[in-house]
């Protein structure tokens, strides 16, 4: 045994007693080599640069650990900081010391039911200003599934998204300390406590909020992902089988799969949804973040490099030779049209130049409805705002920082390998400092990420399909219900599901239609093909769960959807018949409706009253008075409807005791918040609307 005076250095493997469950950790690198198994000794094997500092030793000899490193089996907050800030240290992620500071839960104020990541926060150590830059992180240090080393797995596997990106982090986390994101998972929580996780009394608590139904699809999602990840471990036992990590277990998957749900950020085009260390570490605060996270998303799709990698240079080539081939051809018609056209150059020129003008109109004129987004906004318009935006504030960055260009490229170039976190709204000093994780409303934030906010300018409360085909049912017959349904069906793209109300990601939509098709994939092995009543039961799930979802969102309106599909759905036959058979017509008249309740929300929450916010909104004449008022009635009818799975408040119970369980009382909470938001924003669109019904019908 060596002298524990003296460092002792590992040139060979060396003998220490110890006693089952002792750790040997390496000085000054404090690396934890081994953990004793009950033997009379451990091995410790030299990497060549490493000291081991024996600070104690008692009783009959064996090896204590220092108490000052704490690496026990739950070590407090500050070692797991400790321990990260060093891994942020060895992998280049830097931060401003001079104006921020990573603390722990206990020092840091939060409103609301909002609970810190992992139990750290930031806080400012000065005030902050706009755009200053505070964090800088590699993306090389991010986890993704496209660089991992499951990556081609996953691309044989047909396998993506976040469940792709659980499956990594779960890998990782079974290598353990030889992970290279050791540093960084051990401070992460064991999972976020999101309602999905919470126990059948937690959840009781939910009834009649959108949360409480959303836990249900929750649940066959994630059984369904988890038979992916199941075959997949049995596919390649030589990847998942060296380590003694529980593949098998469900919960083990489904609180991996909350801290990703939590946690993951979107990176670019190829890493996708990514953790991304220290950016995780910044709390959510709705409409009032203070910082936003910059990163160049367009990358190469296949490598991760910026445009210019040998793959996009590939692309150029076969696109110059696609070109240059259809040059030639050109090339060869023209010469035979000037043979064929000689003595008639003026005219034909003429008729040529016509032609073409036709022809562009034409051509513009058939994609016309393509180019109108949900809004009622030409794509073109949009562009010309953005480009107006980005040229202004090029403009205003060039006016103060004239000169500086070479350094603004540098930073562009920086942008394509790094991410960085950048002031978006000033700060005081010695506050906490804030991020966004999207204009989301409470139910999406208690659902994704397990707290709410107080005051939520992005509230909403979902209404199912059913629910609005039944309005249209009882407003004007069954046979009009059936037809609104076969609309929805048949312009589906503009019904897709919004995030606010239906609790998914832009991204996920995206995402959608891809992963479908995987699980169909993965799983046609897992289905018997004579059985088609199986078969008749799982589509009509999908298209039960693919159905588009309405919703009245805060500060009380119907979504901008729901509003036009009303005016048109309840309008006499002539109209209905005449806008839902013509392709043309609807897709023309469905965004300019949409427009008007734009307008007219917009007028009603700035107090305008509401025959002058009708008459400012109706500028185009889209709609008449009275379909405004018939449409209003529905509304604050589906409203109350819906208020009514709220009204009882006794599934509640009384508040548990904080001190004997404070997971509990937070939870309680959370669900309280929840239900007296959702009861808010229905019960002023019931106000709202009921005013609207009487001044306009």
């Not at 249900?216 to 992916?228: I, K, M, P």
């Not at 004007?476 to 919004?498: N, T």
Request: aromatic fraction near 8%; hydrophobic fraction near 35%.
């Amino acid at each position: 045994m060596p002298n524990s005076s003296k460092d002792c250095v590992l040139l060979r493997i060396t003998q220490f007693e110890c006693v089952k469950g002792d750790y040997i950790v390496c000085k000054p690198l404090e690396r934890l080599f081994k953990k004793c198994q009950g033997r009379g000794s451990v091995e410790l094997i030299s990497d060549g640069h490493a000291h081991v500092d024996v600070r104690t030793l008692s009783g009959a000899g064996h090896w204590q650990p220092d108490p000052v490193l704490n690496h026990d089996t739950n070590p407090s907050s500050s070692e797991k900081l400790r321990v990260l800030l060093q891994w942020f240290v060895e992998n280049k992620i830097a931060y401003n010391e001079e104006a921020i500071k990573i603390v722990e839960q206990q020092d840091t104020a939060s409103k609301g039911t909002a609970a810190l990541s992992h139990g750290f926060g930031v806080v400012s150590l000065r005030k902050l200003e706009g755009d200053e830059q505070l964090v800088v992180i590699p993306k090389s240090a991010v986890i993704s599934a496209a660089t991992s080393a499951l990556a081609n797995i996953f691309i044989d596997s047909d396998i993506g998204g976040n469940l792709a990106l659980c499956i990594t982090v779960m890998y990782e986390k079974s290598l353990g300390h030889e992970s290279p994101w050791y540093g960084y998972l051990q401070s992460l929580p064991e999972c976020a406590d999101i309602p999905l996780l919470w126990d059948a009394q937690s959840r009781s608590w939910l009834k009649g909020t959108d949360v409480g139904e959303w836990i249900d699809r929750d649940e066959a999602s994630l059984l369904e992902d988890f038979g992916v990840l199941k075959d997949l471990v049995a596919e390649y036992p030589a990847v998942f089988g060296g380590s003694n990590f529980k593949w098998d277990c469900f919960e083990s998957f489904v609180k991996i799969a909350s801290l990703v749900s939590s946690r993951a950020f979107s990176v670019d085009v190829h890493r996708d949804n990514s953790m991304v260390p220290f950016a995780d570490i910044f709390n959510h605060r709705t409409a009032k973040e203070n910082v936003h996270i910059v990163c160049e998303e367009m990358v190469c799709p296949v490598c991760g490099e910026a445009f210019g990698c040998e793959h996009m240079d590939a692309l150029e080539e076969m696109d110059s030779h696609e070109g240059a081939s259809k040059g030639e051809d050109e090339s060869e018609d023209n010469s035979e049209s000037e043979d064929d056209s000689e003595g008639e150059e003026d005219s034909e020129y003429d008729e040529d130049d016509d032609s073409s003008d036709s022809e562009s109109e034409d051509e513009l004129g058939e994609e016309l409805p393509l180019l109108v987004d949900l809004m009622g906004n030409t794509v073109a318009s949009e562009l010309q705002q953005d480009e107006d935006v980005e040229m202004e504030s090029v403009g205003d960055k060039n006016s103060e920082h004239s000169g500086e260009s070479d350094s603004d490229d540098d930073q562009d170039d920086e942008l394509v390998d790094t991410l960085e976190m950048v002031v978006f709204r000033p700060c005081k000093a010695n506050t906490e400092v804030f991020n966004t994780y999207g204009e989301h409303g409470s139910a999406y934030l208690l659902h994704r990420y397990g707290f709410c906010d107080t005051k939520n300018p992005f509230d909403s409360v979902s209404l199912s399909t059913e629910n609005v085909m039944q309005a249209f049912a009882l407003s004007v017959s069954e046979q009009r219900a059936i037809d609104v349904a076969a609309v929805i069906r048949r312009f589906e793209d503009l019904f897709e599901s919004r995030h606010r109300a239906c609790g998914q990601d832009e991204d996920e939509e995206e995402e959608e239609g891809e992963e479908e098709e995987d699980h169909e994939h993965d799983h046609d092995h897992d289905h018997d093909e004579g059985n088609n009543e199986d078969e008749e039961q799982d589509n009509q799930a999908d298209d039960d769960e693919n159905a588009p979802r309405f919703s009245i969102d805060a500060p009380g309106h119907p979504d901008l959807n729901l509003a036009a599909l009303l005016v048109l759905g309840l309008a006499d036959e002539e109209v209905f018949e005449k806008a839902s058979q013509s392709e043309q017509i609807f897709r023309h008249y469905f965004p300019v409706i949409r427009r008007f309740w734009t307008l007219f929300q917009y007028e009603l929450d700035n107090d305008t009253p509401v025959p002058a916010a009708f008459r400012k909104a109706n500028q185009e004449g889209a709609v008449r008075k009275a379909s405004v008022g018939t449409v209003s009635n529905v509304v604050y009818r589906l409203a109350e409807a819906r208020l009514q799975l709220l009204a009882d408040d006794s599934v509640l119970g009384e508040k548990p005791a904080a001190d004997s369980d404070p997971l509990m009382t937070s939870r309680w909470e959370s669900a309280k918040l929840l239900r007296s938001n959702e009861r808010k924003t229905l019960s002023q669109c019931i106000k709202t609307y009921k005013k609207i019904a009487t001044k306009l019908s």
